[in-house]
């Protein structure tokens, strides 16, 4: 033993002997916690400037896993949409994701500033919303909401630049019959653009908004 000791240390001085790392069991990848920031994917990236590309007023918010299986990934701060004519100012929005946005932004733009032009003879000057993120389940069930990961938007109301307020409550049923029209209209407007779209006729929850939602299964509108 000895002699193998005084060999080794022969080879060390000569640079023979090489020293081994110590060994080290692989680490598994950690999953994000509550609170955790995560970089923003290329389809992210692309998706923010195609929002930009629209004329929106905007500002991306910090990505982050909330708790209780929410998430806040690629969403932004949407505070003014662009129009034909000007912009629209947006209420009560807070964090929404880019997808849902873009979807959001070209609807007021195309589907309900247009129609409003037409059978209410007046631009809109404002849409009230909701909200979209809220770390919820779907009403009466266990899964997750589009809400609980900012891909959905409820909109409440709509205000014209003639003062006059269009909301979903007051006016489907009992509004002026081109009030009625244009509601109508809107919402079928939307269900080109989101996969899922609820309104007043799907059930009492609903009676005083659309829910307007991206991803998920898709194609119902009611």
Not at 19 to 42: D, K
Not at 105 to 126: E, F, M, N
Not at 157 to 174: H, K, M
């Amino acid at each position: 033993m000895r002699r193998a000791i005084l060999s080794c240390l022969a080879l060390l001085a000569l640079g023979a002997c090489q020293v081994l790392p110590e060994s080290r069991s692989p680490q598994r990848p950690r999953q994000p916690s509550s609170g955790t920031t995560v970089s923003p994917s290329p389809a992210a990236r692309q998706c923010l400037a195609d929002l930009g590309a629209t004329g929106a007023g905007f500002s991306p918010l910090p990505d982050r896993y909330a708790d209780q299986g929410c998430s806040l990934l690629n969403t932004v701060d949407l505070t003014r949409l662009p129009g034909d004519r000007g912009t629209f100012a947006v209420s009560n929005l807070g964090p929404v994701a880019c997808p849902t946005a873009t979807a959001f932004t070209a609807w007021v733009r195309y589907g309900v500033d247009r129609a409003a032009r037409i059978y209410l003879g007046s631009p809109i000057v404002q849409v009230e919303t909701m909200g979209s993120y809220a770390c919820r389940n779907v009403a009466g069930s266990s899964r997750r909401s589009a809400h609980s990961q900012a891909q959905a938007i409820d909109v409440s109301a709509f205000v014209l630049a003639d003062g006059r307020r269009v909301s979903v409550l007051d006016d489907w049923d009992e509004g002026t019959s081109a009030e009625r029209e244009f509601l109508r209209i809107v919402q079928r407007s939307a269900c080109k653009r989101f996969e899922t779209v609820l309104g007043p006729e799907y059930n009492a929850a609903h009676r005083n908004h659309f829910h307007l939602e991206r991803g998920g299964d898709g194609g119902f509108c009611r």
